[in-house]
């Protein structure tokens, strides 16, 4: 009897262990229209926990010291569209356009605003589930080349460079060259990802199923100039140039598939003994989407196309506007409350971008002028 008692509880330990697991996929975070409020904890100090399945950790005494709206809008209506034509997304995070490409193996970052990463970086693979792992690179997330006539312009040379550093052309060459023409700098990634435990996560605004991901990611960058050997020309090349170094980050996040989380519960870094490293970032509140403000009629915008003004009416009070053309130059900025007639008579004929920023999130559309 004592055999057969403990033969059936394994099995409902079996079972109770495979309902509790979750998956999460692309479909579970950053969709079109999801807006993230996040707060920052700067006080707080968070213990980790052990891996392994069945954890409970309780983070309800996290209070925000700071807070911000991430918004989740359409490539298509940002400033810097046609620099990314793979991307799937946009984040809106504090005025800068983050640009990412969503898809089965996970969430891959392209690039910010003019500034392109030379390969994506992952950074959340698919699926999270309890035990799987992913590796992700080596790979270059920057390699920029600067010639002496780039820096000139903005007023500092290649030698002033080198004495910042207190180094020589002769130093860096063993006086095999002389001037120093061109600097590189590249940065390689490699990152290490383990989906090391899962249970209940609570939060100030509620508890959620959910996974844990450590993240280790390991940045080596280097710097060569090009120097010219003015002598005979043969020792011309690339030389290495001291002061960069090898960076690891251990980072800690916490995912659910509950639809009121749609990015992560909570992100924070440790050092190499597991000890909390900075702040603590956590979801506040529930995600909402800003199709509920357009299914509302909160806001409309008419007419479009236009010849000469557009009337945007709200429901909401102080608003924040903001008006960009397609090269991503913020060409207006003002705040109202409920209604405005913006007048567009002074602009040229093409399209614009225009995002309201409000208490319930992020508007953004394409406005043509005709």
């Not at 170094?245 to 800690?252: A, F, G, L, P, Q």
Request: charged share 15%; glycine share 6%.
């Amino acid at each position: 009897m004592k055999k057969l008692n403990s033969l059936l509880f394994l099995i409902l330990t079996s079972i109770f262990s495979m309902k509790a697991q979750i998956t999460i996929s692309g479909t579970n975070m950053l969709n079109i229209g999801d807006v993230i409020n996040q707060s920052e904890d700067l006080n707080t100090n968070i213990n980790v926990g052990p891996s392994g399945q069945g954890q409970n950790w309780d983070f309800s005494q996290l209070s925000s010291d700071d807070n911000w709206n991430m918004n989740v809008i359409d490539p298509i209506n940002s400033p810097y569209a046609n620099n990314y034509p793979n991307a799937d997304v946009c984040i809106m995070d504090d005025g800068e356009f983050i640009y990412v490409n969503k898809n089965s193996n996970g969430v891959y970052l392209l690039g910010t605003g003019d500034s392109i990463l030379q390969n994506p970086l992952l950074i959340v693979p698919f699926p999270l589930t309890f035990g799987a792992s992913f590796v992700d690179g080596p790979y270059a997330i920057v390699d920029s080349v600067i010639t002496n006539t780039q820096m000139q312009q903005a007023n500092i040379t290649l030698n002033d460079f080198l004495l910042f550093q207190n180094l020589t052309p002769a130093s860096v060459t063993n006086g095999l060259a002389h001037i120093a023409d061109t600097l590189r700098v590249l940065s390689e990634v490699e990152q290490n990802f383990l989906v090391d435990a899962d249970g209940n996560m609570t939060l100030p605004m509620g508890t959620f199923d959910c996974v844990r991901v450590r993240q280790e990611m390991t940045t080596n960058t280097s710097g060569s100039i090009y120097f010219i050997d003015t002598i005979s020309g043969a020792n011309s090349g690339w030389y290495p140039i001291p002061g960069f170094s090898s960076e690891t980050d251990i980072i800690y996040h916490w995912f659910s598939n509950d639809q009121n989380t749609n990015f992560s519960l909570v992100e924070l870094g440790v050092d190499a003994n597991g000890n909390q490293n900075g702040s603590v970032v956590f979801l506040d509140n529930s995600s909402t989407s800003f199709s509920n403000i357009l299914s509302n009629d909160l806001v409309s915008i008419y007419p479009i196309p236009t010849k000469y003004n557009v009337i945007i009416s709200s429901k909401l009070k102080d608003i924040s506007l903001k008006i960009y053309d397609v090269s991503g130059k913020q060409i207006k900025s003002l705040s109202f409350d409920n209604t405005i007639d913006l007048d567009l008579s002074n602009y040229s004929s093409g399209t614009y971008i225009l995002h309201l920023q409000t208490c319930k999130g992020l508007y953004s559309r394409n406005i043509i002028i005709e």
